[in-house]
């Protein structure tokens, strides 16, 4: 199995709001933030992560959040793959049924197809809304002079 390189990156919790908090990433300049996908997208100066929260975690803190860095080869596969094979199936599927438009097996693939691709991209979407906060997760809380480890 491959091993998913873990960003640490330094921020303050700014709001709570039910089981999640809200963390803006104070701005790093090193050549390994330079680097890193997380933050494509966010077109804002201010970048804030919904992260999971942990007892003792108030509005205001500085914490540690860790971050998995995304595959390519992941991404690949979910966007691309994925989608174009349920085509496929779909369209092999439409060919066997027959109780969809019996006198036309173009409309029944098509059709078929169409629903199926829709289908794997709507999975897809239900599927990275779940898993997106439970990758990222604060590592510790600031206190006074060091950062307090909390969870390991």
Known sequence: MIRQKQLIEKGIVKY?????????????????CKSCTVCIGIESKTKLLEVPIISNLKAGQKVLVQIPEPSPY??????????????????YMGQKLYFIYPHSQDIRMALCG???FLLSITSLRIYEKKVKHLRRRIVSIDIPDNFHSVVN
Do not use: D, M, Y
């Open 16 to 32: 709570i709001h039910g089981n999640h908090a809200a963390v803006e990433l104070i701005k790093q300049s090193s050549e390994l």
């Open 74 to 91: 992941k991404s690949i596969v979910l966007l691309l793959i994925l989608p174009i094979a349920s085509l496929l199936l779909g369209s």
């Open 114 to 116: 169409f629903l199926c």
